[in-house]
């Protein structure tokens, strides 16, 4: 799961080591500080195997 700001470059992602649960609270914490408007996107499983 990735989460980015729609108006500045803040974006924190679970494939950075953190869990879905911290990147959600700190784009809580993003917005509660800025104002800004937080999108997530999910992502894919993380491996995808294609033959
Ligand atoms: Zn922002």
């Not at 649960?21 to 294609?50: D, M, Q």
Request: glycine share 4%; net charge negative; aromatic share 6%.
């Amino acid at each position: 799961m990735i989460k980015y700001c729609l108006e500045c470059d803040w974006q924190r992602s679970t494939t950075d080591g953190d869990t879905e649960k911290e990147v959600s609270e700190e784009a809580i914490e993003h917005f509660v500080e800025t104002g800004h408007t937080v999108e997530s996107l999910r992502l894919p499983p993380p491996v995808v195997l294609e033959n």
